[in-house]
């Protein structure tokens, strides 16, 4: 069974940082694209980043560039976002998700944590 | 990277049909086959529920169809039922971007 498991989600004041987990079961963690989209609250979905298999490639929204990080580690079979300078806007429920194999959809995702930003 | 634009909501009594549209540019709905969509009940995960433009995941009900023209992506629902009371987004593929639309609730009256 795939499961996706997020961890790391808290309270953050302005301008911290914050790195946020997501270990995967139940499938070849190494062979698919992965995805962090992130849900503000009483808002709509907002796709954040993605990575590639290998790590090779990574993409990113525009209002995290330079900001945020996504990585992997596939030996441990985790998804990684790391979260730097962080804003009372970045406040949302994060989920990471499973890119489907040589698609463009999201065919598992996990159940989020959530990250508020505060003073 | 603008999100897809979606009506706010839309309504139907049980049984009947209701179609969401989600609306975007050459340079995303437009530009590509890759059009999916989500249903998210409250405090759930996101479920996939159509797949380039218009393909069903299996265990998909074929309640639920999707189909494109030029910018402009559609979700229809059929046979309306209580259970189908949630959100829904589009998303779409945009080169190395992805983008989302700015949701629908769908109400069952």
């Known amino acids: 069974e795939v499961q996706l498991v997020e961890s790391g989600g808290g309270l953050v004041q302005p301008g911290g940082s914050v790195t946020l987990s997501c270990a995967a079961s139940?499938?070849?963690?190494?062979?698919?694209?992965m995805t962090w989209v992130r849900q503000a609250p009483g808002k709509g979905l907002e796709w954040v980043a993605n990575?590639?298999?290998?790590?090779?490639?990574?993409y990113y929204v525009d209002s995290v560039k330079g900001r945020f990080t996504i990585s992997r580690d596939n030996a441990e079979n985790s998804l990684y976002l790391q979260m730097n300078s962080l804003r009372d806007e970045d406040t949302a429920v994060y989920y990471c998700?499973?890119?489907?194999?040589?698609?463009?959809?999201?065919?598992?995702w996990g159940q989020g944590t959530l990250i508020t930003v505060s003073s | 990277q603008s999100a897809l634009t979606q009506p706010r909501s839309v309504s139907g009594s049980p049984g009947q049909s209701v179609t969401i549209s989600c609306t975007g540019t050459?340079?995303?709905?437009?530009?590509?086959?890759?059009v999916s969509w989500y249903q998210q009940h409250p405090g759930k995960a996101p479920k996939l529920m159509i797949y380039?433009?218009?393909k069903r995941p299996s265990g998909v009900l074929d309640r639920f169809s999707g189909s494109k023209s030029g910018n402009t992506a559609s979700l229809t629902i059929s046979g309306l039922q209580a259970e189908d009371e949630a959100d829904y987004y589009c998303?779409?593929?945009?080169?190395?971007?992805?983008?989302f639309g700015t949701g629908t609730r769908v109400t069952v009256l």
């Open positions: 139940g499938f070849t963690f190494s062979t698919y694209w």
């Open positions: 380039d433009v218009s």
């Open positions: 050459s340079s995303d709905v437009g530009g590509y086959n890759f």
């Open positions: 998303c779409s593929y945009a080169g190395s971007p992805y983008v």
């Open positions: 998700a499973r890119v489907a194999l040589r698609s463009s959809w999201y065919d598992y």
């Open positions: 990575i590639k298999e290998d790590g090779g490639e990574k």
